[in-house]
């Protein structure tokens, strides 16, 4: 009996020892990498914790809250393998700014636009020229957000340098204790949301790295779309069941980040728009009051406005017929008529309708990089002459503002 209690004593002992040993390592690394571990965890937990918030979902927040620093305490842990002291602050200064770049844009997406990082995002960055830009960053960046980031800016330099949370005078064993409840805490937060959001836990969608990633993956198909969508528009044949049309003269104006709330027409309370107020009021023009884009930005949405795809279609948007066509086959002679580029990788599908237009013009030929800053009031020669070669019979415009 006595050497059972021996056996067990020393088991016990044996175990206590190496969770001892463990729990050291665990709080030295924790210590050594307290800077690195905070600022990892502000990156990736800040704007998702937001959404989830914002949906009421405070369990699966707080969960995701201690995963993300049990997973920062990891990754300090696996860089601490690294013994050679200047290669360790370059990989450690690396990682932090490649996960700090997607956070500060998102950040900024959810300021602006109460969203995370998406596709549609994605898509203006890659979609937008440098004129376009310049007029966002006018429009959305002033004094308040260059304060923030500055600010920013001096308290992340601030930490580096004078480690506040190392000037904390606390004693030994309270920070040992708080270091050691932290870790295991997060870790078994951590295990419970695997066992409860397996799914959850496996998306590819959690960090702002990872949204960034599959939103521009998504975006980069969509351009590979566009040159699908020439090869497909080429061989298509457009097969009319009915043709009826008695309408000579149709005109489309495709508007360019426009907003519908600041147009007097639709309820705005500046009288902005005298002329199309004045059509409505003797009923020469149709206005729609209820319709909902697909999309944010404009690329997207022709490829739903311009052909019978919809967020049901069992098929890709370029496999379907497009109005440019439909109207061609209808015995429109088809005008397309753009202040927008007319080349380049922004020129997109717009293009490609162009293209199959009976005629078009461009007020500038130029391509996607370049702009010189040209006025929608261009287009005025482009549309009297539109006018004077146009068909007898029936016409369809396209008017594509800038």
Not at 243 to 256: A, D, H, P, Q, T
Not at 281 to 286: A, F, L, M, R, T
Request: glycine share 4%.
């Amino acid at each position: 009996m006595k050497e059972v209690f021996l056996k067990r004593g020393k088991l016990v002992t044996f175990f206590r020892d190496k969770a001892k040993r463990l729990s050291d390592a665990a709080v030295k690394i924790f210590f050594a990498n307290g800077g690195f571990i905070f600022l990892f965890f502000l990156f990736n937990v800040l704007t998702l914790s937001w959404s989830l918030l914002n949906e009421d979902k405070v369990d699966v927040f707080i969960g995701y809250a201690f995963s993300v620093f049990f997973a920062s305490f990891l990754l300090a842990a696996v860089l601490s393998l690294i013994r050679i002291p200047r290669l360790l602050k370059v990989v450690k200064a690396l990682i932090i700014l490649v996960f700090f770049v997607p956070f500060f844009v998102e950040t900024f997406v959810m300021y602006n636009y109460k969203a995370l990082i998406g596709t549609g995002i994605m898509n203006a960055l890659m979609e937008t020229n440098l004129r376009e830009s310049v007029e966002f960053l006018k429009m959305y960046v002033g004094f308040t957000e260059i304060s923030f980031v500055l600010l920013l800016c001096v308290a992340a330099v601030l930490l580096v340098k004078y480690r506040p949370w190392k000037r904390i005078k606390v004693r030994d064993g309270a920070k040992y204790k708080t270091a050691v409840f932290l870790i295991v805490f997060s870790a078994l937060q951590t295990i419970r949301m695997f066992a409860m959001y397996p799914y959850f836990m496996f998306d590819d969608k959690l960090l702002p790295i990872q949204r960034t990633c599959s939103a521009s993956q998504a975006a980069y198909k969509n351009i590979q779309a566009y040159h699908e969508l020439t090869a497909e528009m080429a061989n298509k044949k457009i097969e009319l069941t009915e043709n009826n049309s008695k309408i000579k003269n149709i005109v489309f104006i495709l508007g360019e980040s426009t907003n519908r709330n600041h147009m007097h027409l639709y309820g705005y309370d500046i009288p902005n728009t005298p002329h199309l107020d004045e059509y409505a009021d003797k009923g020469e023009i149709c206005v729609f009051r209820d319709v909902v884009s697909p999309h944010s930005t404009t690329i997207a949405v022709l490829s739903k406005l311009f052909t019978f795809c919809h967020h049901e279609s069992d098929k890709e948007w370029y496999e379907y017929n497009n109005l440019i066509d439909v109207m061609n086959a209808a015995g429109y002679k088809t005008h397309w008529l753009s202040n927008q580029e007319s080349s380049g990788i922004w020129g997109n599908v717009a293009q490609i309708y162009a293209d199959h237009s009976t005629m078009h013009k461009f007020t500038r030929i130029r391509d996607s990089r370049e702009d010189e800053g040209i006025l929608d009031e261009e287009l005025f020669p482009l549309v009297d002459e539109a006018i004077a070669n146009r068909s007898p019979d029936k016409n369809f415009y396209v008017v594509h503002l800038m």
